[in-house]
């Protein structure tokens, strides 16, 4: 089985969303700049690293990444049976599985971005990542400093990131070192986040919860908090104002999929840290991270190869290793082009119909193998149209 995993602040880098501009999965970049005012093309484009590196923009420009990845494998019809994000991959996680509205959580996750910056300036503090200790002993490291220090990521075996203020972190990490960590390596980081330093941040973002609709989601989603998966929508306002102060159990997570029967970790963001830390925690899992399109061509090739040879058909996110969906290009009324095309092969460009006035075309050469909407129905921007089957 499938899960989608999603990154949190610090998987950024300059120029991140260059790959993805001229897909149609951008337009998530598009509208999110309308509801927030601000151009985060520019940021996912142009901003160098210390401006990514601030909280505010360090959030949304990361959850934007995400969700043009999320957006652009539903596109090929890749799905998921779980998801799960690390910190701010949360509210991706949330997002993709249908509990979030995209607009609500482009809504919080820049509250959230702007809350946590405006308490780590406020309260001085810093991380730093303690590796090759087992978790309780780092966890004794921090009690055996009178200082504010606490554990925040629970990240992999072998990798705790603890945080706190500057001289906990330092007496923690010597400690550390003393009873035979490898190493502790300070954090690029301005706050000491799931810490009780970001309560201020947590009443914040308590008010802005409080004002989104939560729904049901339509596969688990894993919480940070208690590493379990959650299918109830009144679970998450609670969840997401707790994971503020609490640390994140990303290992315990991992464990919990491993014993779910999930498999295959697809991470759905920038960079490779989540791909590292399953890799270190679950040696026998496969693992495979989406940064740009031709990564999405990498992941379908994986999922061929678990094809059965014996005819059998394939169900869930399986089904999709030789199959693609043409979907809505935006809100509207669906008009076919008149003719059943259902059997027929077509070619990449092919003209299906139109949704108001905008052309549906393929991206795909394939066999038609039917239509996912009908003649005048009302149809959403990214809702399937067509599902067609590729030939090599």
């Not at 991380?127 to 200790?133: D, N, Q």
């Not at 049901?216 to 997401?240: F, Q, R, T």
């Not at 491993?258 to 040696?283: C, H, W």
Request: charged share 20%; proline share 4%.
């Amino acid at each position: 089985m499938i899960v989608f995993t999603y990154p949190g602040q610090g998987s950024q880098k300059m120029g991140m969303g260059e790959k993805w501009l001229n897909h149609p999965s951008w337009e998530l970049v598009l509208e999110a700049s309308s509801i927030t005012d601000r151009d985060l093309s520019a940021l996912l484009l142009n901003a160098d690293d210390d401006e990514l590196k601030q909280t505010k923009n360090a959030q949304i420009a990361t959850f934007l990444i995400s969700m043009v990845i999320f957006d652009s494998l539903q596109r090929v019809g890749v799905e998921a049976a779980a998801h799960a994000g690390h910190s701010l991959g949360e509210y991706s996680a949330l997002t993709a599985a249908g509990s979030l509205d995209f607009e609500d959580a482009v809504k919080l996750v820049t509250e959230r971005g702007e809350a946590m910056q405006v308490c780590a300036e406020s309260q001085e503090g810093t991380m730093a990542a303690i590796l090759g200790l087992d978790d309780d002993l780092v966890e004794s490291a921090c009690h055996r400093v009178d200082d504010d220090i606490w554990v925040a990521n629970y990240n992999a075996p072998g990798q705790v990131v603890i945080a706190g203020s500057p001289s906990g972190i330092e007496a923690a990490s010597d400690i550390a070192k003393e009873i035979g960590a490898k190493r502790a390596m300070r954090l690029p980081v301005s706050g000491a986040f799931h810490t009780p330093y970001m309560e201020p941040a947590r009443d914040r973002l308590r008010e802005a919860i409080e004002s989104v609709e939560f729904r049901a989601p339509d596969h688990p989603v894993y919480a940070n908090v208690d590493a379990i998966g959650h299918e109830e929508s009144s679970d998450w306002p609670a969840l997401l104002s707790s994971q503020l102060t609490s640390p994140v159990r990303w290992r315990q997570t991992l464990h919990q999929l491993d014993s779910a029967g999930f498999t295959t970790f697809v991470e759905v963001g920038p960079g490779a840290v989540l791909t590292g830390m399953a890799k270190r925690t679950l040696k026998d899992s496969e693992r495979i991270s989406i940064s740009s399109p031709d990564d999405i061509d990498m992941l379908l090739e994986m999922i061929s190869g678990k094809q059965p040879s014996s005819g059998e058909s394939l169900e869930g996110e399986h089904l999709f290793a030789t199959e693609r969906l043409v979907v809505s290009p935006c809100a509207g009324i669906f008009v076919p082009t008149g003719e059943d095309l259902t059997g027929q092969f077509i070619h990449a460009g092919f003209l299906l119909g139109h949704v108001n006035e905008t052309e549906v075309r393929s991206a795909f050469a394939g066999e038609i193998q039917g239509f996912l909407a009908v003649d005048g129905e009302r149809v959403t921007s990214s809702q399937p149209i067509a599902w067609l089957r590729v030939t090599k």
